[in-house]
């Protein structure tokens, strides 16, 4: 199975940005979409945003839109999270996820449509 390792996480001041990287190590990373999940603690895990395998499409929850942008490199095996004008409310823990079924038209923001995860890099935003 894919295996996929977030990195870029840190601490910053509201209003600043982070870039999160994805990395995967399986070979059919391009024929899949891939989407970032968030949880925050004491909350339930929650999708953030998602890009189809395609590039065509791209999806966002309406917290975060305007503010965080999803793309990918297949060339690199690897998707990102560029998240500008932070929130202390953006804190978590952000996994990326690779979806269940290859060349799909769109990603869902439900979680159980996704087959293999990332371990998780920590976002900390201060006031």
């Known amino acids: 199975q894919v295996q996929l390792v977030e990195s870029g996480g840190g601490l910053v001041q509201a209003g600043g940005s982070l870039k999160l990287s994805c990395a995967a190590s399986g070979r059919t990373f391009s024929n899949y979409g891939m989407a970032w999940f968030r949880q925050a603690p004491g909350k339930e895990r929650e999708f953030v945003a998602g890009?189809?395998?395609?590039?065509?499409?791209?999806y966002y929850a309406d917290s975060v839109k305007g503010r965080f942008t999803i793309s990918r490199d297949n060339a690199r095996n690897t998707v990102y999270l560029q998240m500008n004008s932070l929130k202390p409310e953006d804190t978590a823990v952000y996994y990326c996820?690779?979806?269940?079924?290859?060349?799909?038209?769109?990603?869902?923001?439900?979680?159980?449509?996704?087959?293999?995860w990332g371990q998780g890099t920590q976002v900390t935003v201060s006031s």
């Open positions: 890009i189809t395998w395609s590039a065509r499409n791209t």
């Open positions: 996820a690779i979806d269940n079924f290859p060349r799909r038209n769109r990603v869902d923001a439900d979680e159980r449509t996704f087959g293999s």
